[in-house]
């Protein structure tokens, strides 16, 4: 079975920035789609962002299109998000996962990562 574990989130004032990364374990996951989403407290998990399997095509949110970069190395089995010009807007628990279509979907992504909690204070 697969796993995906995330790191690199913590506290940040608005403006700045952090790295993201998403692990993978236990199999490859280099012809899969990999999902960034998100959840704030007492609202729905979204959809942040997704990359293709080869890395070839990217998309964001419109809440961080311009701000957030997704990428993969699939040498490593890892995922990142580069998160710039965080806004207390950002903060929630981060999570990556992976399917094999590229969709906002949450409900298709297979594999599921426990997350990674991002503040930004005003």
């Known amino acids: 079975q697969g796993q995906l574990v995330e790191s690199g989130g913590g506290s940040v004032q608005a403006g700045g920035s952090l790295r993201l990364s998403c692990a993978a374990s236990g199999r490859t996951f280099s012809n899969y789609a990999m999902g960034w989403f998100r959840q704030a407290p007492e609202k729905e998990r979204e959809f942040v962002a997704f990359i293709t399997w080869s890395g070839g095509s990217t998309y964001y949110a419109d809440a961080v299109k311009g701000r957030f970069a997704i990428s993969r190395d699939n040498a490593k089995n890892t995922v990142y998000l580069q998160m710039n010009s965080l806004k207390p807007e950002d903060m929630a628990v981060y999570y990556c996962?992976?399917?094999?279509?590229?969709?906002?979907?949450?409900?298709?992504?297979?594999?599921w990562g426990q997350g990674t909690p991002v503040t930004v204070s005003s």
């Open positions: 996962a992976a399917a094999t279509i590229p969709t906002i979907n949450p409900r298709a992504y297979a594999y």
